[in-house]
């Protein structure tokens, strides 16, 4: 998974451990080479994907942006474990391990763990309304579930903005891997440097804009197989080299130690763990269940769920996909390998290079770097489209062009999947790289807000639509001052994705605290603009008769929840916009 949902796996701790330092290393000719190769690869399977399962046109995004809404479970599972763990994740938690132990780094893969039972309970209901009423976003959903355009927009506008820097840490993924290979990691011509990174996004849009979620739906597969190729090959090979799993954890634990004693020795407080104290279980697990909860509420997560063909595809998957975790929890442990190898370096993104750098021939380092790269692109598309098709449905149909046609919906789509991308080359390439992890940091914690009115909406509609957008208005607010209030030992602000709960005394995860905020707010207003009889807005969603119930039921004049004993009657899917709140 990319960094770690809601967090971006972003460690916790104090300093960052993502602060980029620089760095320089020779050129290395075989490295590139296989590299290349295996690059050239995946654009060619990109740019054919637009002839596989191949439609009668791309010009709708039904098939440009859900890929015909037909994935089986075999490819389903390759592309949403491939969009969700993205280059950034294999950077950033091993990253985090060495930098700072478990509590930034091993509830990864806790939450990733907790994070499928809640896929499995939420996503299929969540797919049969989006299927029926031809709804391509979740704010789709939340237009026709409330009647709101105002909410609609909030949960548009929110997925965007968390999703923009998201992309910008792929990008940050694929800068780690070229300068371990001495590529844009010397110099001082900013223009010959970045030229690299800017060669393969222009190639990642291009694929994109003519073969839609088909192109990293495709590549997914070959980006799988090295990903699980180069990991299991890592925890086998260099731990045996290094004199076992035993040796490792004891080089990582005196490594903290040592770290801890100095930073008591100095009137600092200890911001390593190897294994998380009493002090920092609040902190642990509200990181897990908070990112968990965060994940699949960003748009190209539920891209990818909206793209399979029924409700048995994605429980089918979310009973494979736990096979995710556990790659990822051997690749976390990559980070105490590190330690034990000898790896020095002040800016842990460079940890995984540096050490399969070391370890490994050239040849099989060039393998890893290419997967790692490919890693970034196949969730970069689907995130660029997932933004896109926020922008095209929910802002300019919604608001500029109500009558556009489906193929002119897919035109500026695609339009917009190229600025986005444009967008975040831009970000990464012209500000510091800590900047698009304290965005990242921030989209965690924004993204989580939108949960209250996805996911109670497929249950109930008694939240009222005015309150949902209160709660997500002070839940923003919150969580973004919380977040840009804590000081790290390099930042002046977004130091740390955890702060004291207000009356708690303890700390916790910004994110998780927000949510909380948002929901008391909503259930608080819903209840006082129920009794003044404030109007709650039309359902206009409606569900076949397999469909659970309570999704699309007609609201009775209270606007509660009632549920009739037949489901409503189908209606076309561009009469479900409902009247403007």
Known sequence: MSPGPGTGWLPPGDPPPFHAAPFHAE???????????LFVLVTVIGFGAARWRRADSLDHLDEWGLGGRGFGSFVAWFLIGGDIFTAYTFIAVPGAMYATGAVSGWFAVVFTSVVWPIVFVIMPRLWVVASRNGYVTPADFVRG?????????????????????????????????LEAMGIGSGGDNPIVRDIPIVIAFTVLAAYTYRSGLRAPALIAFVKDVLIYA???????????????????????QAKFDTANAAAAAAGRPPKAAFIPGPSDFLAYATLALGSAMALFMYPHAITGILSTRSQD???????????????????ALLGFAAIASGVKTDNPRLVVPLLFDQQFPAWFTGVAFAAVAIGALVPAAIMSIAAANLFTRNIYVEFFRPDATPAQETSVSRTASLL??????????????????????????????????????LWTRWLHRWALLGGWLAGMAYGTFEAHAQRGATARHFGSSLAEVPGLGRTAYIALTAFVLNVVIAVALTGLLRALRVPAGADTTQVGADATRAVGAPVPADGGAGVPAQPPAQVPARETAGPPA
């Not at 965007?160 to 940050?172: D, H, K, R, S």
């Not at 994605?314 to 790659?327: C, D, E, G, Q």
Request: no cysteine; aromatic share 10%; glycine share 10%.
């Open 230 to 252: 180069v990991v299991l090959v890592a925890v086998i090979y260099i731990p045996h080299r290094l004199g076992g799993y035993g040796a490792v954890f004891d080089a990582a």
């Open 420 to 457: 986005v991308k444009v967008g975040a080359l831009v970000f990464v390439l012209g500000m510091d790289t800590q900047n698009s992890i304290n965005l990242q940091l921030l989209g965690g914690v924004w993204i989580l807000q939108t949960f209250p009115a996805i996911v109670a909406g």
């Open 27 to 37: 050129f290395h000719g075989v490295e590139f080479t296989v590299f290349l190769a």
């Open 145 to 177: 579930r409330y009647g709101s355009r105002a909410l609609a927009l909030a949960v548009a506008v929110t997925g965007i903005v968390a999703t923009m820097p998201y992309i910008a840490l792929q990008l940050v993924g694929m800068q780690a891997v």
């Open 313 to 331: 595809v994605i429980r089918r998957n979310t009973v494979a996909l736990p096979l995710y975790s556990l790659l990822l929890a051997f690749l």
